[in-house]
Nanobody, 120 residues
Framework: QVRLVESGGGLVEPGGSLRLSCVAS????????MGWHRQAPGKQREMVAF???????NYADPVKGRFTISRDVAKNTVYLEMNSLKPEDTAVYYC??????????????WGQGTQVTVSS
């Protein structure tokens, strides 16, 4: 089993910045990909950014040029640096990870989510 714990959400004014962190823990697991999704009230969960390894980053169009995903593979941690935040970025942000738990098959894991609110 892999446990993901996010931190770093909060309230920020439009144009501001936040940095989210997510740490994966468990026993004998191997992560292939980590990323972030978000879900705004009344909307479906959507992909924000994901990274395979520590260099292959992918972003959703609405956040390109404003958000940066990075990983510390040794620490099983993924970060999301969010700049130039807009009110439409308001959502619960979820960390996700594809990982092999021990000798088991590849699985998708989710964190509990952290609230990001962009408002003046």
């Amino acid at each position: 089993q892999v446990r993901l714990v996010e931190s770093g959400g909060g309230l920020v004014e439009p144009g501001g910045s936040l940095r989210l962190s997510c740490v994966a823990s468990g026993s004998s697991f191997s992560i292939t990909q980590m990323g972030w999704h978000r879900q705004a009230p009344g909307k479906q969960r959507e992909m924000v950014a994901f990274m395979r390894g520590n260099s292959d980053a992918n972003y959703a169009d609405p956040v390109k040029g404003r958000f940066t995903i990075s990983r510390d593979v040794a620490k099983n941690t993924v970060y999301l640096e969010m700049n130039s935040l807009k009110p439409e970025d308001t959502a619960v942000y979820y960390c996700s990870s594809y990982a092999f738990p021990g000798r088991g098959p590849l699985q998708l894991y989710w964190g509990q989510g952290t609230q990001v609110t962009v408002s003046s």
